[in-house]
């Protein structure tokens, strides 16, 4: 009865909160839910492990995380992999087109400054969102995305000029009001297809 109580008891936790760690789970079964004795918790929970209602993982020496549903693991897998193939390849893409700057006529250079930060913003946010679904802060990419805005905005400061400098800045600004604008039409016109007007 008592393991019963245990099993419901690290379920409901786990569903809760996405995953935990060992003793964060023993902390919430035992002690808040008042569900059995810690010999109890740690033998209903390596049941759990091996019927594979709960899975754990080892993320590091002395951190193992259990959680109850695959999904979550598999997300954050593809993420990892996603974003350590494509953020090197960004900053890659920067310094080659750093190093063929005087190549680059200032307009194109512009549209290639303003879609990389997009870019950058849309790989940020994706982060995010997977940080909150997954309920940890592995795939959180904030401090690699402002690394990627430093190199862009030193590719934006980078002529000598002064002129040049403000003529590169107001045009990628351009850029990105032009797409900030076209993308609010887009959903405003979806929005009056299905009937939804917005004013």
């Known amino acids: 009865m008592i393991q019963n109580k245990t099993k419901k008891a690290i379920i409901r ?34 049941s759990l492990v091996e019927s594979k ?10 951190h193992t995380e259990y959680y109850i549903s695959t999904d979550i693991i598999e ?47 849309h790989l940020e946010f994706k982060g995010f969102v997977l940080s909150y679904v997954t309920g940890t802060t592995r795939t959180s990419k904030r401090e690699e995305c402002d690394e990627i805005r430093t190199m862009l905005l030193e590719l934006l400061l980078s002529s000598k000029k002064i002129e040049d400098r403000l003529n590169l800045i107001a045009t990628s600004d351009y850029y990105l009001n032009q797409g900030t604008l076209e993308a609010m039409k887009i959903i405003h016109n979806d929005l009056k297809s299905k009937d939804i007007p917005w004013n």
């Open 75 to 121: 997300l954050e897998s593809n993420a990892k992999e996603f974003f350590d193939t494509n953020l090197p390849k960004l900053k890659h893409l920067i310094k080659h087109i750093k190093k063929n700057k005087s190549k680059i006529p200032d307009e194109d250079l512009s549209g290639y400054i303003s879609t990389l930060w997009q870019i950058t913003s």
């Open 13 to 46: 936790a786990l569903q809760e909160n996405r995953r935990l760690r060992w003793g964060e789970l023993k902390d919430i079964v035992v002690n808040e839910f008042d569900a059995g004795s810690e010999r109890i918790f740690r033998q209903t929970l390596n």
């Open 53 to 62: 209602d709960v899975f754990k993982k080892e993320i590091a020496k002395q």
